[in-house]
């Protein structure tokens, strides 16, 4: 069984507030859940984001992966540190010149 940290939707109709979850991956989005760890409110000004510490960094330890939105979150509270992004190198031979379209004229004069 996979356990994900998932945002669950609370609140009312275009005045969303989340639930910071603990559920199994293939269960619905506000469907059945294993724990409660906080709370996100992203309408507020400041956005709102309250975490049981000793919650997440168990969680977290005992393998639950988080959902992207999850992820970005906790690493703006420096739960956990942000992927770095592998770039390949530009080579010369991926760079290439577009190909000159050649017309019947060109093609019969040669």
Same mark, same amino acid.
């Given at each position: 069984?996979?356990?994900?940290? !998932?945002?669950?939707?609370?609140? $009312?109709? !275009?005045? @969303?507030?989340?639930?910071?979850?603990?559920? /199994?991956? $293939?269960?619905?989005?506000?469907?059945?859940?294993? /724990?409660?760890?906080?709370?996100? #409110?992203? *309408?507020?000004?400041?956005?709102? *984001?309250? &975490? /049981? /510490?000793?919650? =997440?960094?168990?969680?977290?330890? #005992?393998?639950?992966?988080?959902?992207?939105?999850?992820? $970005? &979150? *906790?690493?703006?509270?420096?739960?956990?540190?942000?992927?770095?992004? !592998?770039?390949? @190198?530009?080579?010369?031979?991926? =760079?290439?010149? @577009?190909?000159?379209?050649?017309?019947?004229?060109?093609?019969?004069?040669?």
């Amino acid at each position: 069984m996979t356990v994900k940290i !998932k945002l669950q939707r609370r609140g $009312r109709a !275009k005045k @969303p507030v989340y639930r910071v979850v603990i559920q /199994d991956s $293939r269960t619905a989005r506000d469907g059945k859940t294993i /724990d409660i760890i906080g709370q996100y #409110n992203p *309408l507020s000004e400041p956005m709102v *984001l309250e &975490l /049981d /510490d000793e919650k =997440v960094k168990q969680w977290l330890g #005992n393998g639950a992966q988080p959902t992207e939105t999850v992820e $970005r &979150l *906790l690493i703006n509270k420096g739960y956990i540190q942000a992927k770095k992004q !592998k770039v390949a @190198p530009a080579s010369k031979e991926a =760079v290439k010149e @577009p190909a000159k379209k050649t017309t019947k004229k060109a093609a019969e004069e040669a």
